[in-house]
């Protein structure tokens, strides 16, 4: 079915503990995409400069990824820059140069305005409410967010909270956003704000998913070494709301199916700098992964010896 | 089958967010013996101080576990004192008093030497060696250490690596035993050290099995409140051997199914201060427990709607 995300299209340079790059391609709805677009078909919207180059449009493309929402303007495209240190996920922020992404008004293409899953990026959440507000009768609306909304934009936030399926945050985002620091006191603290479903990351711990009276514990994949975070969450959204869409389900059995998916995604956009690793895996790579997740976790009160 | 546990039985002073004891009944062995005792016959070997009350060893004896291994002492019991913050789960030391543990040199009653499961809760690696000498020919040994060993003894410590089948850690002593930060490389490293398997417990966020070529991701149970997490990972350990040995078996799918019992054993310790949890629980409550890890942790490709 159809997915609409809605986000940013960045040129990244990022320095890890296994090198460098310098502007390359990334962006929240570039990982939630291209991820995404192994299950289904993705609708894209999002602003680029003038200097964007061609080719990254052009991959994206060859995903089945429809462009129709992503605009060329006059200037040039969000840069982000970042380093991740040895022991911590989290990323230091270098530099951010919003340039054409600072005036980012969504404005969905008549085509997109019947799209069944929607995905919300991290962008400011008034902005998440307009593009809300421009399609029909989703199936599903899930959204993302970040502590600089959590802090600055509180009461906006919270009105588009009221108006979401699903909500995904890591676990420092639930705790600051609950003012809870046990996550499952956090959890439902959060749920109360509006959205029935919480998906907590948790980084090499895996992530959580409450749905109402369920919950579902989804493992990490056992990485010997996380090449690049970056990406990792909105490849885990791509991961699970491509499954989800693929699946034509909203129901609580697809939803920890699709929680696993986004976890392989995840897994996989962090082997390699930028989207290298996800321009390379293949259907059948996602298969014996998620096989691998499932071997991971299966036990029973009976074993065969 | 038997199981033989020798270690520390203490009377422990604590303090947590929801209150505070003043020796109350603690100890390595005491919280392993216990947990262990809802799955098979446990012998126990340790030493307490002519102040010990009777009336715990009155309840060690009423969960069938067999004290002739523990010898009283002139002097006083192990005391230990410690504090809980509200966030962290570890403990801050405030005060430890050997007194008759400072010369425990632990003996074999000869009923004991046939002993099918072993474990050493966290002594001197010599003495765990000495056990293991007493011993005529177990079917699977596991040990406990710490920091401290780690940091003193290691030599000691490297040598009685190399005696035992199962190693449990948490995951800062598996970094600060193996030198690498990431989980699953210092996994290797240790198992490079002579266990064959390794339990890495995480917390809230779990513990790991790692056998061989094999990886188990167990969750954590999830919990509201951890009231007083002294005694988790001794309880984890008395799940998961005694779950064991009641098995019968040593094999990769009877491990999975011990490491999940020692998770539900782990999770009942810390919700009341001491052992008055584990003093309440019944083999009904734990069926239960087991059956939430099923429901936590399930996943299908093919989800019934």
Chains 1, 2 share one sequence.
Request: net charge neutral.
């Amino acid at each position: 079915m159809s997915l609409l995300v809605v986000g940013s299209v960045a040129l990244d340079s990022v320095e890890t503990p296994f090198g460098k790059r310098e502007q390359t391609l990334g962006g929240a709805a570039t990982f939630f995409a291209t991820s995404a677009s192994f299950y289904t078909q993705v609708r894209a919207v999002a602003v680029v400069g003038e200097d964007f180059p061609q080719e990254h449009l052009n991959f994206l493309a060859s995903r089945g990824i429809d462009l129709s929402g992503i605009a060329r303007e006059k200037g040039k495209t969000f840069r982000w820059k970042g380093r991740y240190t040895f022991a911590l996920n989290e990323a230091q922020t270098l530099d951010t140069q919003l340039n054409v992404f600072q005036s980012f008004a969504p404005v969905l293409p008549d085509s997109y305005r019947d799209s069944d899953y929607v995905f919300l990026a991290n962008i400011h959440p008034e902005l998440q409410g307009k593009v809300l507000d421009q399609v029909r009768s989703p199936k599903l609306t899930a959204m993302d967010t970040m502590n600089y909304w959590i802090r600055e934009t509180l009461p906006q936030l919270q009105k588009t909270l009221r108006r979401v399926d699903v909500l995904f945050v890591n676990d420092a985002e639930a705790r600051q956003l609950s003012g809870e620091h046990n996550i499952f006191v956090a959890a439902k603290a959060i749920m109360a704000m509006g959205p029935k479903r919480l998906v907590i990351k948790r980084g090499e711990y895996g992530a959580l998913l409450f749905d109402q009276g369920h919950m579902f514990f989804c493992p990490a994949y056992p990485l010997t070494e996380v090449f690049d975070p970056t990406g990792a969450g909105d490849s885990f959204a791509g991961g699970f709301m491509g499954a989800l869409a693929q699946s034509k389900h909203t129901s609580h059995g697809f939803l920890r199916r699709a929680m696993v998916h986004g976890a392989v995604l995840g897994s996989f956009a962090v082997e390699r700098f930028s989207l290298d690793r996800l321009r390379d895996i293949s259907d059948e790579d996602i298969r014996f992964r998620f096989s691998e997740f499932q071997r991971l976790t299966e036990f029973s009160e009976l074993p065969v010896e």
